[in-house]
T-cell receptor
Framework: DAKTTQPPSMDCAEGRAANLPCNHS???????VYWYRQIHSQGPQYIIH???NNETNEMASLIITEDRKSSTLILPHATLRDTAVYYC???????????????FGKGTKLSVKP | SAVISQKPSRDICQRGTSLTIQCQVD?????MFWYRQQPGQSLTLIAT?????????ESGFVIDKFPISRPNLTFSTLTVSNMSPEDSSIYLC????????FGSGTRLTVV
């Protein structure tokens, strides 16, 4: 079973920041938080990941609470093309064995509206 | 990040037949993964494929139904065997290091 909880859907106005929450209260010390998104009819796309520090890249920012039990993905200026299902996943970052698997939950369907 | 080519992109198959899906990665990767996405649902992991060893299947998936090959570090196939309409789904492969890359998926319809 997925180890994260996300709201099933969210709306965001175009040009505004989209803040997508994720709860992972049972996260272990060696588990990272990963975010992916899936635009309709495409394969999932990696967005960002982090362990405990906040992270930022060209796509988004990831804010992880100090106790690591929750996080927020921030799309600073949402566009219509950001409409997708966003998945928050926790996993151990090693590259062998079943612990490296990505287990997808139901995700949040983000709708960016003009 | 790795680039994955997956084919076929879609197919319509008769029940009782088999379909083999191929994934080619543009770099060598240790682990490759196969997922199924049923209509309107999230992704479900089918199996993990290591080069040179048998695939590891998740609960509910068996090798006789979903045989996997991993002949080298850049290629893998998933076969959906003895298909029924319940196998109609999108099948995706994934590979890479860290932030895994996904293929574009194979949309399978069984009639």
């Amino acid at each position: 079973d997925a180890k994260t909880t996300q709201p099933p859907s969210m709306d965001c106005a175009e040009g505004r920041a989209a803040n997508l929450p994720c709860n992972h209260s049972t996260i272990s010390g060696n588990e990272y938080v990963y975010w992916y998104r899936q635009i309709h009819s495409q394969g999932p796309q990696y967005i960002i990941h982090g362990l405990k520090n906040n992270e930022t890249n060209e796509m988004a920012s990831l804010i992880i609470t100090e106790d690591r039990k929750s996080s927020t993905l921030i799309l600073p200026h949402a566009t219509l093309r950001d409409t997708a299902v966003y998945y928050c996943i926790v996993r151990v970052e090693n590259y062998g064995g079943s612990q490296g698997n990505l287990i997808f939950g139901k995700g949040t369907k983000l709708s960016v509206k003009p | 990040s790795a680039v994955i080519s997956q084919k076929p992109s879609r197919d319509i198959c008769q029940r009782g037949t088999s379909l083999t899906i191929q994934c080619q990665v543009d770099s060598q990767v240790t682990m490759m993964f196969w997922y199924r996405q049923q209509p309107g649902q999230s992704l479900t992991l089918i199996a993990t494929a290591n080069q040179g060893s048998e695939a590891t299947y998740e609960s509910g998936f068996v090798i006789d139904k979903f045989p996997i090959s991993r002949p080298n570090l850049t290629f893998s196939t998933l076969t959906v065997s003895n298909m029924s309409p319940e196998d109609s789904s999108i099948y995706l492969c994934s590979a890479g290091v860290g932030g895994y890359t996904f293929g574009s998926g194979t949309r399978l319809t069984v009639v």
